[in-house]
Every structure is written in C-alpha cells, then in structure tokens.
C-alpha cells in the first residue's frame, strides 16, 4: 500500500512540473488584431514581442529546472509551487509573434 502511495505522490509531484518553453504551445492570436499596422510599426512590434518571449522563456526555464531539481531533492515541484511558472505567458508571446510574423507575410514586408 505504501509503495502506491508514494507512486502516486511522485505522479502527481511530476505531472506538475513547469514545461520547457520549446514543449509549450502558441496561443492562436487572430492576424486582424495587427492587420491595421504599417510594415514598419509591425517590425517594431515583433522586436518588442520577440524580446518578451526571450525574456519569459528564460523565466520559464529556470522555472523547470527549479521543479526538477526541486521534485529531486524534496519531491516537490518548488518554483511552481511559488509561482514560477510562466508557461501563459509564454504561450502568449509564441501567439504574437507568430501573428505578427505571418501579418508581415500576408502585407508582403521584407
């Protein structure tokens, strides 16, 4: 009985780990929302939205390493627990500049 209670324990402990920013999926983020920019002012905005998916994704790998070494020393996902984990945020960013990235295609931008 003793080993299913730690079995599961660990299960749930693993199953609540923060993701690696590249296993995270793009939240769909409609192109109309940046459709009525310039190919300037969408270059711009990829910059600025590249920088924040940089910065977050780096938030959310330390993250998970935090968890794993967290669930491997006290079987307790650490930095999820304490807020850590930034996967929406991330998920977000990927939206939007894979938005911005096909508007800039659909306008014709180089």
Do not use: H, W
Not at 6 to 30: E, F
Not at 37 to 49: M, V, Y
């Amino acid at each position: 009985m003793k080993k299913y209670v730690v079995a599961a324990a660990t299960l749930a402990a693993l199953s609540s780990c923060a993701k690696r920013p590249d296993a995270i999926v793009p939240v769909d983020i409609p192109m109309a929302v940046y459709q009525g920019q310039s190919c300037q002012q969408l270059g711009n905005e990829l910059i600025k939205e590249q920088q924040n998916l940089a910065a977050v994704s780096k938030a959310q790998n330390e993250a998970a390493t935090g968890d794993a070494v967290g669930v491997f020393l006290i079987g307790v996902p650490m930095s999820s627990a304490v807020g850590g984990d930034k996967e929406g945020q991330v998920a977000v960013a990927k939206g939007k500049v894979q938005a911005i990235e096909n508007t800039l295609k659909s306008k014709g931008c180089s």
